[in-house]
């Protein structure tokens, strides 16, 4: 393998470090321990996973641990007022809703209410059309994360040719903003691109999220170029993302591996979000 590995893992350490100092900054100045409120509605395994992770880092990062759980045939009504009792709730600081809920409540409606300032998944629509203006607000976690990673690897951006592989509200289109606010030429691939190979032979820096399995090849990529892995897949061998990493890693300059990527930087992100949250709620934002 010739390709340098980006290690997530030690990334999202060191963010969650400098949340936990944020947190305790914010303490010594007079303000209150951020509170941040999952809800999770029935009882998915992987989403009680995913939960418990989030619920555990937090308090490890001195912030509160607001957790709500309901029932999986919980109505929309119920669903809808827990969300305005957090939304309410000075001690909120963001609220998660984990996703899927349950198929007979409507997940838009319920996101929806979750007020701007507390949707630490960046995934309302007014955040999104933040985003989309270029003006200040909450970022969703993955992207961003995707961002700081790149950073970290001192990847220069400015006039670089970036192709993102995905548009989904969750991670793409998102990905494709932030990328074009710092500058980058950056090209959308999707299902319908006509030749996907060599549009992304085009890129400097390639990111892919489209949920399919070993999706970009060598064949796909610049010698040298930055190659991100959204992707997550539970094989019989483990996890794999949307790169075959092994031929990739022996074409790129730099890889994320999966998992030990772009993983671990998510939620590193939700708390980096929830502090920004609270900092602005306490009107002590920068
Ligand atoms: P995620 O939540 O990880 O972003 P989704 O499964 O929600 O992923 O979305 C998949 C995205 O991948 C869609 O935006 C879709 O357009 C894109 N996509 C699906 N198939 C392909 C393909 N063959 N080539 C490029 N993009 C694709």
């Not at 409540?105 to 300032?117: G, K």
């Amino acid at each position: 393998m010739t390709a340098q590995v980006i290690d997530g893992t030690a990334v999202a350490r060191q963010v969650r470090e400098d949340v936990a100092k944020g947190v305790q900054e914010l303490l010594a100045a007079g303000g209150t321990a951020p509170g941040l409120a999952t809800v999770l509605i029935g009882d998915d395994p992987a989403s009680e996973v995913y939960v418990r992770n989030k619920r555990k880092l937090c308090v490890a990062a001195g912030m509160q641990d607001l957790h709500r759980h309901l029932p999986g045939d919980v109505g929309q009504e119920e669903a809808a007022a827990l969300i305005d009792e957090l939304a309410a709730d000075p001690a909120v600081s963001g609220i998660l809703l984990q996703l899927p809920v349950p198929k007979h409540l409507d997940s838009e409606a319920l996101l929806a209410r979750i007020p701007a300032e507390k949707d630490v998944d960046g995934l309302t629509a007014a955040n999104a059309g933040l985003l989309a203006q270029g003006r200040p607000g909450l970022r969703p976690c993955t992207p961003s994360g995707v961002m700081v990673l790149l950073d970290e690897a001192g990847v220069s951006l400015q006039g670089a040719e970036a192709v993102v592989v995905g548009r989904s509200v969750l991670v793409g289109k998102p990905m494709a903003q932030l990328l074009l606010e710092r500058n980058a030429t950056v090209t959308i691939c999707h299902s319908r691109t006509r030749d996907l190979a060599e549009v992304c032979r085009r890129a400097d820096v390639l990111v892919v999220a489209a949920g399919i399995p070993g999706l970009v090849g060598a064949d796909a990529v610049k010698p040298g170029a930055t190659v991100i892995d959204v992707g997550i897949h539970r094989g019989e061998n483990g996890l794999h993302g949307d790169v075959d990493t092994a031929a990739v890693a022996e074409v790129a300059g730099s890889i994320t591996p999966v998992p030990g990527g772009v993983g671990p930087m998510t939620i590193a992100m939700l708390l980096a979000n929830t502090l920004e949250a609270a900092k602005v709620q306490q009107g002590r934002g920068d």
